[in-house]
DNA sequence: GTATCTGTCGATACAGTGTATCGATGAGTA
DNA sequence: TACTCATCGATACACTGTATCGACAGATAC
């Protein structure tokens, strides 16, 4: 989001990260609130209605509360989001761990990448946060130390640097490829709810570009594709991926 | 963006795409305006003081125009967020363009992904928009067809689809590796401005964290890890792409 | 029990956003 | 010269994130 920044005066930012500050003592005055409530309602509104609907006001509405005392909790919207891929991070987590143990480095990384498909597909806002802040919390240090664990399995990955750069290359597949999805399966929602507009704007403009015949290689795809489903692209992607790594030759 | 629709009325979008909708006749009576000079406008706003700045209110004033007019020539901020989206994507295609012809699909491939990388460093808001939305525009369709060309000449790659796959799997890693690299170097730059927050906060949180022995494995790379500089590291992961797509056997 | 202090809550305010509306204003035509 | 008509942009509206600060409540001191 990066909005206005709050005071600029020596201390630019809060000394301590929000994942470890602590939270001010819930009060029993107007009504019980704590961080946890406050990402949940800002969760379920963003499920629902998209993460733009997630403004401090409307957090706040959904817990009976003023716009205001939201700040007592987090000191800025930017955290709220953080707070939020943190609990995505979580739910990843919690995935990996009820997946039955894999001592082969390929099947754990595959389960990873797809348990974080399958967060972006329940909260599809994740998409978007995914790549446009660096995520520290502790449980995207969890899901990062179990991909770094089961990548130093790999006896080609001994160096510690091809280990990160290993998993550095399946977050980075992992991050677009659902971004893509997601925003794929939004424009069709949207221009499905109300398919004539498909029909009349944007398929017509693609048929009519691709007559120019300034785009072959994009018009014999698009003549001779079967267009997969969503989960076997996204599989085929990290094949490709997975192949690569295990390419590697100590 | 996703802001307010324009109208919720029969019509729900303009039943023509930006990218083909024609401009309005320039007058010359209150001063020559055009989309370009428009999405010109909003490319230096946003190189110099990020996405954020890019709104109608101050592109317009950059023209000397009051905010409204920015609406004879676009009907959605959004369409000027395509528009400049398309302008980088134009920049990619001239890239490509001047590259010495390769026959060889991986060069062609690795040159395609390098120059992406190049152009969201010198527009760094373009690692926003890259996912965000599928770009359509007719620079964007060069560029995809130019990657699909290439990937066609990969023996293993005659199939559609599969051709498609892999431009997509390069798609889908370049954009996160992108994404990522912007996102730590904006996080870079905005503490390292006043280095000790850094220092002071995220620093000691991470030692902190690692202290706890909850994180075994990020703590054994980041003791061990030589940080290779970005460049060097887009181009490991790029490697492990291009390696599992030609592993791929006809 | 009263007075004072202290800290929190949240109403209000401010500066900004995207865009709908519509009166004024100008050019083009008869 | 008179009329028409399209366009421009000032104004307005509903919204945003967050700074400010008066009022109020709980704790402490006497």
Redesign the interface.
Known sequence: M??RRRTDTPE??????I??RPEPAERPSPAPLSRDRIVRAAMTLADTD?L?AVSVRKVAAALDAGPMRLYGYLSTKDELLDLMAEAVHAEIADALAHDPPAADWRTTLHAHAHHMRDAALRHEWF??LL????H?G?AA??T???A??AA?RHPGLAD??A????V??L???????V??EI??RR?HRATGL?KR?WQ???GP??T??LATG?????A??V????T?DPAT?FD??L???????A??TG
């Not at 280990?163 to 290993?166: N, P």
């Not at 094949?239 to 790594?245: A, K």
């Open positions: 990066t909005t630019p930012e809060p000394a301590t990260l994942w470890e998209g733009d998409a978007d790549g446009g802040r660096p520290l502790p240090l969890t990062l130390d179990a770094l664990a130093a510690p640097d280990a990160f750069g290993a550095g290359t977050h980075a597949y992992t991050a677009g490829a971004r893509r925003a794929e424009a109300d507009q009349t704007s944007v403009y693609l009519r570009m300034r785009y072959p290689a994009v014999r795809i003549a001779g594709a079967k997969p692209a085929t992607g094949r490709h991926v997975l192949d690569g790594i390419a590697v």
